[in-house]
């Protein structure tokens, strides 16, 4: 095998489950079972049909994977096939799902509360009128505190369901920007924007929390 | 606040990209050199940053071990078959 190949852990992977290793395959459905859920979830009718969708998946995986050649991660691979398989399975159930009601419908939407800009006409328009919270002073026990972790995953519970997966595959599971591109079919700017949104939001819930302690 | 052609509102907007490092090198000169005259921006990209963080300690939630049974099932399955 070439080590130079990015993928190269992948492809060692693949080798041991080709070879039928079931602890390798198990840990692998493991990591990646509950995001196929919901990912399957977006575009079909019923958690079931979601079910069965990443089951077919998996075993179009197995059947697929002399064709694995390292180009993308396994990870990505494995979530081509499935929005595959899901988005057909919607289609065929006559459940078209617009992009919006999966991204929501508030991407074009500011980041930050206008009013904290300078308006139009004003001497300085679109700089700072009142500067944000300086969140350094904050202590990390504080930061990373059960409650302010709730308030993430509060935020995260309420995302429309392409901005909660995008942020969960980046900022959870560590995922690259590419590797969620592919993986969710989405171009390099949808991507973007929704991540965008969807941090904007865990920003501000964030410091509507935190910020009188900053 | 600085005297650049870029606005606070609009840096705000570009700070995703420019933690991805997708911005084109000449507008993220610009940006820097904004950044580093700007305390508003740079508590704001800190704001994001940590976000992130904070984020970043959440877990997957776990699916049910015996939820996963009939996928070890596809792949006895499939293991048998393919005689692997």
Redesign the interface.
């Known amino acids: 095998m070439d080590d130079n190949t990015p993928y190269a852990a992948d492809l060692a992977l693949v080798e041991r489950l080709r070879a039928g290793d079931e602890d390798a395959f198990m840990a692998l459905v493991e990591r990646l079972q509950s995001s196929m859920l919901r990912v399957a979830r977006m575009f079909v009718s019923t958690q079931a049909v979601a079910e069965e969708c990443v089951q077919e998946c998996w075993l179009g995986v197995l059947q697929g994977l002399g064709t694995f050649e390292g180009r993308s991660s396994l990870r990505t691979w494995i979530f081509r096939i499935l929005t595959n398989i899901a988005k057909t399975r919607g289609q065929r159930e006559g459940r078209s799902v617009p992009f919006a009601s999966l991204a929501g419908d508030d991407l074009d939407a500011p980041a930050w509360d206008p009013s904290s800009f300078k308006g139009e006409g004003e001497p300085w328009a679109g700089h700072w009128s009142s500067l944000p919270h300086d969140w350094r002073g904050i202590p990390e026990e504080r930061l990373l505190s059960a409650e302010t972790r709730g308030i993430v995953a509060g935020v995260l519970a309420s995302l429309p369901p392409m901005q909660a997966e995008v942020l969960r595959l980046r900022d959870v599971a560590g995922w690259t920007s590419q590797e969620v591109r592919n993986a969710l079919d989405l171009t390099e700017t949808n991507q973007r924007v929704l991540l965008h949104r969807a941090r904007a939001k865990v920003r501000r819930a964030l410091d509507a929390y935190l910020g009188d302690d900053a | 606040?600085?005297t650049d052609d870029i606005?606070?509102?609009?840096v705000?907007?570009l700070?995703?990209?420019y933690l991805?490092g997708?911005i084109p090198p000449p507008d993220r000169a610009r940006l820097d050199a904004h950044l580093a005259r700007?305390?508003?921006?740079t508590?704001?990209l800190?704001?994001?940053r940590?976000?992130?963080?904070?984020?970043?300690?959440?877990?997957?939630?776990?699916?049910a071990q015996d939820?996963?049974e009939?996928?070890?099932g596809?792949?006895?399955a499939?293991?048998s078959e393919?005689g692997?």
């Not at chain 2, 700007?38 to 921006?41: H, N, S, T, V």
């Open positions: 606040m600085t606005t606070c509102r609009e705000v907007e700070l995703t990209d991805d997708a700007c305390d508003g921006c508590a704001a800190d704001q994001l940590e976000a992130i963080r904070v984020t970043g300690t959440l877990t997957e939630e776990q699916v939820a996963l009939p996928i070890r596809v792949f006895r499939w293991r393919a692997a």
